[in-house]
């Protein structure tokens, strides 16, 4: 059950109206790296979580993203609404509302015409909130993992943003959304080294043949060595050939005769004669047709 305040978790302070900034502002409320995005990946988390303490946590977290998304979709509102008004009641002549609307980058038209100023569930560029932006697996040693680099990228959004405006209120509300993703990147990764072991994730052990191999695949002016490649149990191959399994790399599989001798009978009859010199119809597009006819009167 959820119950929700009226009042916002932090204070909306905006000092002027600004579609432009709004409609930058929605990358944060319908975009891949936004507060939506977060509070669905979290909260469906936390259905599918068998641990009591990380359902807790992912509860808790996925509320606050939710309460984060009002706060955005209140800027959102404040930034357009003396636009709202303005188009709503026409209180410009046309040239000066098409010009506050698309002049100096402002490029606000799209949220003003189509969604009335009001947030939508879009990103900035106009593209529609979707799913796909989750990407939860039900392991947590990976959905930990991919909680606290979605709440990283969150972060940097949220950093951009407060340098493309000079609004106090603004951005004192960004400075405060951008703390609660280091907050969160902090429970989450407390979460996952309370799992013991969480490297690698899963129960299948890996192949110790390949685990720690490096194989050298972009070769030439650049290549570097490093801690990702050298020292501890790294075995660096130069020039890996195929195939590292030590098989001749090529696909085969095993068919019953039957398939086998059908798949060698179509082979057969689609075989192509590398000997073959057809006429296309590019060939006859491009005049050959004229030619080939000249060239039977001529004979």
Not at 131 to 151: F, H, K, M, Q, W
Not at 195 to 212: C, D, L, T, V, Y
Not at 236 to 255: C, I, M, T, Y
Request: glycine residues 10%; aromatic residues 6%.
């Amino acid at each position: 059950m959820f119950v929700h305040n009226k009042r916002l978790q932090y204070t909306v302070r905006v000092s002027e109206p600004n579609p432009g900034l709004a409609n930058l502002m929605l990358e944060q409320f319908g975009g891949p790296q936004g507060e939506l995005a977060a509070a669905m990946r979290y909260f469906t988390q936390a259905i599918a979580e068998l641990d009591p303490g990380r359902k807790d946590m992912l509860f808790d977290i996925a509320t606050e993203e939710l309460s984060h998304l009002e706060i955005i979709g209140s800027m959102i509102a404040m930034l357009n609404k003396g636009a709202k008004g303005d188009l709503a009641e026409k209180t410009q002549e046309e040239a000066d509302m098409y010009r506050s609307l698309t002049g100096a980058g402002n490029d606000s038209h799209l949220t003003q015409i189509l969604y009335g100023g009001g947030p939508q569930l879009i990103n900035s560029g106009g593209v529609p909130w979707t799913a796909a932006y989750i990407d939860t697996v039900g392991e947590p040693t990976i959905d930990l993992r991919s909680n606290i680099a979605a709440e990283a990228r969150a972060k940097i959004v949220y950093e951009r943003l407060i340098n493309v405006t000079d609004d106090a209120g603004i951005k004192d509300t960004l400075s405060f959304l951008m703390t609660r993703e280091i907050a969160h990147q902090k429970s989450f990764e407390n979460a996952l080294h309370s799992i013991q072991p969480n490297f690698p994730q899963g129960k299948m052990p890996p192949r110790p043949e390949f685990a720690s191999v490096y194989y050298n695949m972009s070769q030439g002016e650049g290549d570097m060595r490093g801690p990702w490649n050298q020292g501890q149990d790294w075995e660096f191959v130069e020039q890996p050939s195929p195939a590292v399994d030590g098989g001749d790399g090529l696909a085969s599989v095993k068919l019953p005769p039957m398939q086998a001798k059908a798949v060698e009978q179509l082979a057969t009859r689609t075989m192509s004669d590398p000997n073959a010199a057809p006429v296309t119809g590019a060939d006859l597009g491009a005049g050959l047709a004229k030619q080939l006819d000249k060239n039977r009167l001529e004979e």
